[in-house]
């Protein structure tokens, strides 16, 4: 129980912190009770309509609209935060390069730092005025670069930042040192997209039979489990026997569409391992996927539905 509330605390400071690195307009804990909210508010929104419009549609999908909404209101700064990291990682070696020419050229720590804080790399060059501000206020390179891998949520930054403090205190002459991490970034940052690229092909057939094959199959078969309920309760005949059968298959459908819901958060899991190698980013996928199946399921239910009631006029 302590060790849950000290990772949920973990979690918690990371995620205010998150917001805090994209400048987000709401603290931490009101953007949560307002996603909470709003999730909790369209949940009930969707149950409300189903039971007064009597649609033939699972309560269930009550759940996956709570867990769609909350997740995209959550994720919502984790996107922007991504978003702002690989903003950093693409203007890293270009900076990099420029801040060896400027001390080649004869020029000091500072005034290199300075003309990268002006230079167009966009979240970068907001973080080398950091940086810069820092130094001037009387705290040396080590740790002034050492606030900007806290700052920035990249194990590539974290890992620049630590070759280059290695080499100050080493004496090396930096300007050839970090010509040599220009390269090797630029590398490492290409060697990423081709990882993304090279897994496309693994990504949409996840996405194909996750989140559109297999629940077109599971509406289908939800169509024929009712049939069969249906036509057996209809021979049996008597009011008892109906009831059950009708119990049967509502507790059929609803297990079918659990089951549903964990194969597409699977689904989604699977891809942010396969394209990102990490497992949190799969919270950029799940609601995408889940909206996906649950349209492709009910489009397969009805328009199977129809089928059969084709056959049976």
């Known amino acids: 129980m302590v060790e849950a509330k000290t990772s949920g605390m973990k979690l918690f400071q990371k995620y205010k912190k998150m917001l805090k690195q994209v400048k987000f307009k709401f603290p931490a804990e009101l953007w949560i009770i307002i996603s909470g ?4 508010g369209a949940a009930v929104a969707v ?3 189903i039971l007064l419009l009597e649609l ?3 309560q ?8 769609v909404v909350i997740d995209l209101m959550l994720g919502y700064p984790y996107v922007l935060a ?4 690989n903003a950093i990682e693409t203007a890293l070696p270009d900076a990099l390069k420029q801040l060896a020419d400027t001390l080649k050229s004869g020029g000091t720590y500072e005034y290199a730092l300075r003309e990268i804080s002006t230079a167009e790399y966009g979240p970068l060059s907001e973080e080398m005025e950091n940086v810069l501000r820092k130094m001037e206020e009387g705290e040396n390179l080590e740790d002034s670069l050492n606030s900007l891998s806290k700052n920035v949520d990249s194990r590539l930054v974290r890992r620049t930042m630590a070759i280059i403090n290695d080499s100050i205190k080493a004496g090396a002459g930096l300007a050839e040192v970090l010509d040599e991490i220009a390269d090797d970034v630029r590398a490492m940052h290409r060697i990423s997209k081709e990882r993304i690229s090279g897994t496309m092909l693994q990504v949409i057939f996840i996405i194909a039979a996750g989140s559109v094959v297999a629940p077109i199959i599971m509406g289908m078969i939800t169509t024929v489990i009712e049939l069969l309920i249906e036509t057996s309760a209809g021979i049996v005949g008597g009011k008892e026997e109906i009831i059950e059968a009708i119990a049967a298959r509502e507790y059929i459908v609803t297990l079918m569409q659990i089951y549903l819901i964990v194969e597409v958060i699977a689904s ?9 190698g990490k497992i949190s980013k799969s919270l950029i996928y799940i609601p995408v996927l889940l909206l996906i199946a649950f349209i492709c399921y009910y489009i397969a239910l009805f328009g199977s539905g129809l089928m059969i009631g084709g056959i049976k006029g």
């Open 47 to 49: 149950i409300t309509g």
């Open 56 to 58: 033939p549609i699972s």
């Open 82 to 85: 991504m978003r702002r990291i």
């Open 268 to 276: 989604g899991a699977m891809i942010a391992m396969t394209r990102e």
């Open 37 to 40: 909210a709003l999730a909790i």
């Open 60 to 67: 269930v999908v009550a759940l996956v609209v709570f867990l």
